[in-house]
């Protein structure tokens, strides 16, 4: 099928799916890329636009595994309108890839995903001191601390990335800092202090097998991520993620006495912080933009 074709049977598709909002009497119909994002994406769009009423599209169901959420959203990218929109994490593409598309009704994350919103540290310390009986701990010192342990690694990461050098791979990092239980006390205590060191260990061995990667680029990196952002204390917002939401779900669980699913349930699936940080502010701000 040539690619004129292929892109005229997109657009069928595409006004068939807007058709669709008639239906459920909506003005928008969003295309997510699964149904796991829509509990994020329906809370964004209806803080920033309240009035505005929406309907879900799922490019693939999250028990598909075969299917790509994201890749199939994408193909739509020059069908969207002002009622049918597609909203997408930004995973890393804001830092290599600068063909990523700031277009109309494309919503994409600031983080590098919905999952890093539900990690806001001070948040989840105004549940924590609520608590009776709590070790002392902060989330907020706990994540910033884990932040800068993981930055320059990342740095790292993402210039290999860009350089195309072979061997740094997100899941290997991920795998790293997951690996670390937090299901001792003496991690958790002085905020997740040892928790850290353990994490810290286990990426400095990962490190040790990889090429290395020269400062020019690592200082690069570091510049280019700072103006989209990202720097030493908040770098737990633009890892990946579902491994910084693993761990926290963990961390969580833990000091409360929940399993990680019940920590999830009763805790972080509620986490979210309008209009108190940039990155969440910025999305909201761009669909309030565009419809109000």
Known sequence: ??????????????????????????????????????????????????????????????SDKSAYGKTMCMKYIDCTTSHFVLA???????????????????????????ENHYCWVPALDDWYNGLTDRMSFSFNRFLTSLSNTIHPYLVKLLAAKKNNIKGWTLDGMCSKILSIQPNRKEYLENDGERLIAEISKSLRIWESGLPGIDVVSQTILIQEAELLGMNYNNTYLYMQGHCIYDLTCRVGAALSGFTADEFEQKVMQYNLSFERYSEISALTSSIRTLYT
């Open 1 to 62: 099928m040539n690619v004129r074709r292929k892109q005229e049977l997109l657009k069928l598709e595409a006004e068939h799916l807007e058709n669709a909002r008639f239906l459920n009497r909506a003005d928008v119909v969003i295309m997510t890329e699964s149904d796991e994002d829509e509990r994020f994406w329906r809370a964004v769009f209806n803080h920033a636009v309240p009035n505005l009423k929406i309907m879900f599209n799922y490019a693939v169901q999250s």
């Open 88 to 114: 997408v994490d930004s995973d890393f593409d804001r830092f290599y890839n600068s063909s990523f598309p700031e277009k109309e009704y494309v919503f994409h994350t600031v983080t590098y995903s919905w």
